[in-house]
């Protein structure tokens, strides 16, 4: 597994829950990103979203 932090406009609270998350969950790989405009509009200033997403890197075949 992995997790990706997403921001909207605040790269300081997407930061925060990242290392929040990196607490719990040392050995997981944390991606950040953010929201573009279109997405960003519907949501609101300062959203923030988790994504858990399997890692295909690790999965062995």
């Not at 597994?1 to 605040?10: E, F, K, P, S």
């Not at 969950?25 to 988790?50: C, N, R, V, W």
């Amino acid at each position: 597994m992995r997790a990706l932090v997403i921001n909207g406009n605040d790269p300081k609270a997407g930061n925060e829950w990242a290392n929040k998350i990196h607490e719990l969950y040392p050995d997981m790989k944390i991606e950040q990103s953010y929201f573009g405009p279109t997405i960003g509009t519907h949501l609101g200033d300062k959203a923030l979203a988790l994504a858990w997403l399997r890692d295909f890197d690790q999965d062995q075949l």
